[in-house]
């Protein structure tokens, strides 16, 4: 059965990327003989060199895209280095969940509420100077890609908060912090010169996977990015929509063209961080022993802002007339929900069946693959985990849609369906990873020295005590299905529609109401499931089972020792 789920497991991930880079590369050599193009040639590249702005959009891409990345580490270095081991540090870990339950482009619509020159923020500050005319200046679509910076650092900054977690108990940072302070350096130099250069190491896949979101986005920068030129992502975008069929090669050699760019950038900081930590040692045990680096209150700044979204989207939906600069809408009213509330149940029931699909059997998946590794001592390769969270989407998505449509009969659906496994995968079983490794193993060697089948030790020994992790994957795989935009858009052929694929479209210059109410929607689902797994993990939780039966186990001796005799 786990020899089943590993070749199950590589063939979803691995076989169907075969055709799609095929697709990928014939298209972007012109050779489509469904569309009469039967001499491969490098017309779509000239197309792609040729377009105005093609350039300046691919420069916009690297410099929002590495800003990003590198403004995400900073944040979340100076918030470990101030929090962890602190009181403080057990309320951050209660907040991750619940902020990377938040779509991003449920994030998106409500930082573009926020932000823009007529959003709630500058309705603040207008009414705290007086002012009556909206700004002109605006974080939403700034020519130079500053706000969608600081929404993708803000939004990626949890997730490398949730991965150093693993990586900072591995790393043993507490005797690491307690050696160097014997050495005479306070806990911001011991931070800075002893465990940031071994965090940064450990912490290389997760920046990989921003670093590679953040230059290939393309719904958040739909709703927050530059719109001329846009990003090159979203050129590229623009480019497979093109009604004229023909162009297809361009659109093909804009795809290649953004992987090439991912790429080189993933090697650029490899070099860099090899140079940083190994090649110029040198800052490492030179200089000063004591620092003071800020941090303190970074973590609120990061929380705060998907906090005030909430109400933000939720004061939008019954907004009827908001004049500027009021702080509150003069009229409100429930028509547009009641306009929008039959199209979003059945948004949502997609979406639901989408997430619970993909999820479970990601789920099973990771589940099958870390146990065929505690069997086999055989992981995963590498390869299936990095192409979901490393390669841009378009330059897998764009080559498997060619393919598919090669098929006869309808493939959308499974297609569909399979994407969305394709990328929940590698978060659900990176999230088991850490307790799968926690776990001893002599718990079940001893269960199946008394009698027990293989089975039976498993489900009544290590199942209990992994069910609290399986059970925030499962949460972690429905989050990352329910944003998944360009596979729903893509394989779904546009016949699949969810609440995130509604949503980037109604973000897009649509009426504000309707894109508040859609956004708070999709930022609300997953978080109704974070909540049921919190829940079901405390309920499931064997420490808690065990404290709660000492519990009452006290209470009934203290009863019998205060019984009266007769």
């Known amino acids: 059965m786990l020899r089943l789920l590993y070749v199950m497991t590589l063939t979803v991930c691995c076989l169907p990327l075969i055709p799609g880079l095929g697709g990928v590369l014939l298209s972007a050599a012109s050779y489509l003989p469904a569309l009469g193009l039967n001499e491969p040639n490098l017309d779509g590249w000239h197309a792609m060199t040729s377009w105005p702005g093609s350039g300046t959009a691919l420069q916009l891409s690297l410099f929002t895209g590495v800003t990003a990345t590198l403004l995400a580490i900073l944040m979340t270095f100076l918030i470990l280095q101030r929090c962890w081991g602190t009181q403080g540090w057990n309320r951050i870990e209660k907040w991750l969940s619940p902020l990377l339950a938040m779509p991003h482009v449920a994030f998106a619509i409500g930082f573009a509420l926020t932000f823009s020159p007529s959003g709630w923020l500058f309705r603040l500050f207008a009414a705290l100077t ?12 700034d020519n130079q890609g500053f706000g969608l910076i600081l929404a993708l650092a803000i939004k990626e900054t949890p997730f490398l908060l949730l991965m ?26 011991s931070w800075l010169k002893v465990v940031f250069p071994q965090w940064l190491t450990k912490m290389r896949f997760p920046i990989y996977a921003v670093l590679a979101y953040g230059m290939s986005v393309v719904d958040v920068a739909m709703i927050l990015g530059p719109s001329s030129p846009s990003t090159f992502a979203v050129l590229v975008w623009q480019w497979f929509n093109d ?9 093909a050699a804009g795809a290649i063209a953004l992987f090439v760019a ?44 998907p906090v005030i979204i909430i109400p933000v989207l939720l004061v939008w939906s019954f907004a009827l007339r908001w004049r500027f600069p009021s702080l509150w809408p003069t009229r409100t009213t429930t028509r547009f929900w009641e306009q929008e509330v039959g199209n979003l149940l059945e948004l949502a029931a997609n979406s639901l069946i989408l997430g619970l699909v993909s999820a479970s059997v990601a789920l099973v998946f990771a589940i099958g693959c870390l146990e ?31 393919a598919i449509y090669m098929l006869p009969g309808q493939w959308h659906v499974p297609a569909t369906i399979w994407a969305h496994i394709l990328f929940a995968f590698p978060y ?12 001893d193993q002599r718990l079940t060697q001893t269960a199946r020295s008394l009698g027990h089948s293989a089975w039976k030790a498993w ?8 069910l609290p992790a399986i059970l925030l994957a499962w949460a972690v795989g429905l989050s990352v299905s329910f944003a998944q935009y360009l596979p729903t858009q893509l394989l779904g052929a546009g016949r699949i529609t969810t609440l995130t694929t509604e949503a980037v479209s109604l973000a897009s210059g649509q009426d504000r109401r309707i894109s508040a109410i859609y956004g708070l929607i999709q930022a609300f689902l997953p978080l109704v499931f974070f909540g049921i797994a919190l829940a079901a993990s405390r309920i499931a939780d064997p420490q808690r089972r065990l404290a709660r039966h000492a519990d009452k186990q006290v209470s009934s001796n203290e009863l019998i020792s205060t019984k009266p005799n007769h």
């Open 243 to 251: 009604p004229d069929l023909t162009q297809v090669p361009r659109a």
């Open 459 to 466: 489900v009544s020994v290590k199942l209990p005590i992994v």
């Open 428 to 439: 659900v079983y990176l999230a088991l990873d850490g307790p799968w490794h926690s776990f």
């Open 262 to 305: 991912c790429f080189g950038v993933l090697l650029l900081y490899r070099l860099a961080e090899y140079f940083l930590v190994k090649g110029w040692q040198s800052w490492q045990f030179s200089g000063s022993k004591t620092y003071s680096l800020p941090g303190k209150y970074l973590f609120g700044f990061v929380a705060l802002l």
């Open 164 to 189: 150093s977690l693993s990586v900072l108990k591995q790393m043993q940072v507490d005797r690491l912090l307690t050696a160097s302070r014997s050495l005479g350096y306070n806990a911001s130099a």
């Open 372 to 402: 065929y590794r505690d069997k086999y001592h055989k992981s995963v390769p590498q390869l299936v985990i990095a192409i979901p969270m490393l390669i841009p989407q378009l330059s897998i998505l764009f080559g498997i849609q060619i």
């Open 130 to 141: 007086g002012e009556t005319e909206p700004h002109l200046w605006s974080l939403v679509q």
